[in-house]
């Protein structure tokens, strides 16, 4: 499991990369080729940005619960990848569909919990929007998917 996200992390740079590439071609400049040979680590110098940034957080917020909270959704949205095998000799994964609808609706948790915890009533406002469209759209994905299998 650990390998296979690590795998999917490193991926996500790699598109990013791949992103910026077309991204050039239809500027028509040139591309990501400043760092590295042909380009190649643009992705990894993004991903150290994002771990050495420099940290802010609200003044009345309550701090661990507030830099928890990515941490929870990155996890929650990772554990969605259990379903998919990664070797030939894997138990099938009979209740995929409701695996899948069940991990995909803890997300609303951590936005929740980001908003509440940052003790701002415009975070927490912007927080019950970004919950209740995710909460609309579940619904909408959950009947799509139902009708399926």
Do not use: H
Request: hydrophobic share 50%.
């Amino acid at each position: 499991f650990f390998f296979m996200l690590i795998m999917v992390l490193v991926s996500v740079g790699f598109f990013t990369l791949f992103e910026r590439k077309v991204f050039s071609y239809i500027q028509i400049r040139k591309g990501p080729y400043k760092v590295g040979k042909m380009g190649i680590l643009p992705p990894f110098s993004g991903g150290m940005k994002l771990f050495l940034k420099e940290l802010c957080w609200p003044v009345n917020s309550k701090l661990v619960i507030y830099f928890f909270c990515p941490f929870f959704s990155l996890i929650q949205s990772l554990f969605i990848w259990v379903m998919f095998p990664y070797c030939l000799n894997v138990i099938d994964f009979f209740y995929g569909v409701l695996f899948f609808l069940c991990c995909s609706s803890l997300g609303v948790y951590g936005l929740i919990i980001c908003g509440w915890s940052s003790n701002s009533i415009y975070s927490m406002l912007g927080c019950i929007r970004s919950v209740s469209q995710a909460i609309s759209y579940e619904v909408t994905l959950s009947l799509i998917l139902l009708c399926y299998f």
